[in-house]
């Protein structure tokens, strides 16, 4: 069965650096997709950062980058020059190819203090 | 990306009633998602709608208290039945889109508070 798992129930960090959220999922597929989505108060799901299992190289979006580490079964999430709008409810997904079901972890509530 | 709207955002609701909470996205997709978010929880996913089929529930949801309707690929709509307490959660929107479809989309929530 597929499982993601956040560890981390809530973080905090400084205003301008940097922090790492962590995730691993539990699967028997070899190709497959993960996400960091943000839930921001306002509720709205938005995607952060997409990697595939077939790509080795890690997937960079502006200041957000992840650690994907795929024999080891684990997505981390690093942000770098946290600003205060990083604040939020992170989500950690995973998808088998066909996007025919999503499983998320629990979430990471991420605090950024100025 | 996808541009998804959600109604109504935010209802308080009578223990017993029902209501039917809308998805409209900006263009043509094949799959969309249901899912639930109870608070302080994760996302529980209730359903697919593919126009033209009956709505696939995934375990521990059934079509007679959560109704799907999915009558053209560009709307969909969730009727949460004989509403009680335990029913008070944020309901969301979410369709397959972009390059290849291999990213998931979400419409901003419908938080329904069941009193």
């Known amino acids: 069965a597929q499982t993601v798992t956040q560890s981390q129930p809530e973080m905090s960090v400084q205003e301008a650096e940097t922090v790492t959220l962590s995730c691993t999922y539990d699967t028997s597929e070899s190709d497959y997709y993960l996400f960091w989505y943000k839930q921001p108060p306002s509720r709205q799901m938005i995607l952060v950062i997409r990697q595939e299992a077939y790509k080795q190289q890690n997937a960079t979006e502006n200041r957000f980058s992840v650690n994907f580490q795929k024999a080891a079964k684990s997505f981390s999430l690093k942000i770098s020059d946290s600003q205060l709008g990083d604040a939020a409810m992170y989500f950690c997904a995973y998808s088998i190819y066909n996007f025919n079901k999503f499983y998320f972890g629990s979430g990471t509530k991420l605090n950024v203090k100025p | 990306s996808a541009v998804i709207s959600q109604k109504p955002s935010r209802d308080i609701c009578q223990r017993g009633t029902s209501l039917t909470i809308q998805c409209q996205v900006d263009?043509?997709?094949?799959?969309m998602f249901w899912y639930r978010q109870q608070p302080g929880q994760s996302l529980t996913l209730i359903a697919t709608a593919n126009q033209g089929s009956e709505a696939t529930y995934e375990s521990g949801f059934v079509i007679d208290k959560f109704p799907i309707s999915r009558p053209n690929l560009t709307f969909s709509t969730l009727t949460v039945s004989n509403m009680s307490p335990e029913d008070s959660s944020i309901y969301l929107c979410?369709?397959?889109?972009?390059?290849?479809?291999?990213?998931?989309?979400f419409g901003e929530g419908s938080w329904l508070t069941v009193v």
């Open positions: 979410s369709v397959q889109s972009g390059r290849s479809g291999n990213t998931i989309y």
């Open positions: 263009s043509q997709v094949t799959m």
